[in-house]
């Protein structure tokens, strides 16, 4: 059994870090339902 098992996971990932599509696929990986992702530019 995984840590995400059965979650539901909302991402917001940084444009000048890491992307959400990165964490999305760290999400998934660990069991994860990644219902939203997005790369955002927080200035």
Do not use: N, Q, Y
């Not at 909302?10 to 219902?35: F, Q």
């Amino acid at each position: 059994m995984s840590i995400l098992s059965g979650k539901k996971v909302v991402i917001i990932g940084d444009r000048d870090g890491v992307p959400g599509d990165a964490i999305a696929a760290c999400a998934k990986s660990a069991g994860g339902e990644v219902v939203f992702s997005s790369t955002e530019c927080f200035v």
